[in-house]
């Protein structure tokens, strides 16, 4: 009986442990940061569901479908390492008061004009461009750290999209939060595949199980894509 119970007692430290190292391994600081962009995330997908239903150009149903899984992509991460999640199931509505401020001030900004909605877009991906390499420059954990490179391969790749259907309108972009040197090596560069480590394998394995915490708003959008159409990583 005492050894059964032995037995019993070193799985469930097995179960414990794991767990509790996980979530303790990482400052305060990173945690944060990772609520940080699970909003910011959400941000960038409600937002361009919202310029897509304004004006119907599949660049916003398009990246809002990337975006969707990049929110779950960060998903991961809060689960993996115990972190309380911020992200409220309603649309349009965030906890962090600064994100809840953007959403409201560029949805108004993006239904002046199809040109203005489209740097809206731009910005937008300025804005995780640069919050991701702070995040990254400070980060200690190899699994956050791939997860945030796809990431910023993935915002990347969505700047450019939005500055050449900018181009394409005869418009040009300004940078508002990059230097013009910082802001130019990404729209002048090439498209940037996601997914070479194991870290991003495993998230995307995790993404699924995540769609059921989504809107349903969102996953219809996602699914509801015309033929012919891609998303960005």
Request: net charge negative; proline share 3%.
């Amino acid at each position: 009986m005492k050894t059964k119970f032995t037995f019993i007692l070193v799985l469930v430290l097995l179960t414990i442990i794991p767990e509790l190292i996980f979530a303790d391994q990482l400052s305060k600081a990173e945690k944060e940061g990772i609520q940080l962009m699970r909003e910011e995330e959400k941000l960038a997908q409600d937002v361009y569901l919202f310029l897509y239903d304004q004006w119907g150009l599949p660049i916003f149903s398009n990246i809002s479908y990337s975006e969707t899984r990049h929110f779950n992509a960060v998903g991961y991460l809060l689960e993996n390492f115990k972190i309380s999640d911020p992200a409220l199931p309603e649309m349009e509505k965030f906890q962090n008061k600064e994100i809840a401020f953007l959403y409201d001030s560029l949805t108004q900004k993006g239904s002046e004009s199809l040109v203005e909605a489209l740097k809206v877009g731009a910005f937008i991906e300025e804005f995780d461009i640069a919050d991701l390499q702070k995040l990254l420059a400070s980060n200690t954990d190899t699994i956050i750290e791939g997860n945030y490179q796809n990431l910023l391969r993935g915002s990347n790749n969505h700047l450019r999209a939005f500055t050449g259907q900018l181009e394409s309108r005869g418009e040009i972009y300004n940078p508002v939060i990059l230097d013009k040197t910082a802001f130019l090596e990404v729209a002048q560069g090439s498209h940037q595949m996601g997914g070479g480590n194991n870290s991003y394998v495993l998230q995307q394995n995790n993404c699924q199980n995540q769609q059921n915490n989504m809107p349903v708003r969102n996953r219809i959008r996602g699914k509801g894509r015309m033929r012919g159409q891609r998303g960005w990583n």
